[in-house]
């Protein structure tokens, strides 16, 4: 059966991005030194990972701070980066991923799909002019 809730999804999407779940990680500690590009790991040096801040990345994002769930529809100009390249693999990862990925993460995304089919089946949106 088809995903008839893809802007849905759109919409969750951008809701995570926006405001995830856990914002900053908890605090990781290298055994040694690394360098990652321009920024130096230092060994037995606390730091965490900003997962909002990388969210809100005006070089991977346009208008990172508005609301706009077309930025997880591949057809639409959102989808890419401000200058039109491809946006960073972890540039959206509101659960984190690889070995630190949330444990929680493939349960919250099974409630959440049939959580909000639930909700649009027993309450009636009813949208009227204010004027």
């Not at 809730?5 to 030194?33: A, H, W």
């Not at 321009?38 to 990972?49: G, M, R, S, V």
């Not at 005006?58 to 701070?65: A, I, V």
């Amino acid at each position: 059966m088809a995903d008839h809730f893809e802007y849905t999804k759109m919409c969750y999407n951008e809701s995570l991005r926006l405001e995830p779940p856990v914002p900053v990680s908890g605090f990781q500690i290298m055994t040694k030194d690394v360098q990652l590009g321009e920024t130096l790991l230092k060994a037995n040096q606390p730091f965490y990972i900003g997962t909002e801040l990388i969210q809100r990345d005006p070089r991977q994002f346009e208008d990172p701070l508005e609301y706009i769930p077309e930025r997880f529809d591949s057809k639409s100009k959102y989808f890419r980066r401000p200058d039109g390249g491809a946006r960073h693999p972890l540039a959206f990862s509101p659960f984190l991923g690889g070995k630190r990925t949330c444990i929680a993460k493939s349960l919250v995304e099974m409630m959440t799909r049939y959580t909000i089919p639930l909700i649009f089946y027993h309450f009636d949106f009813e949208f009227t002019n204010p004027e």
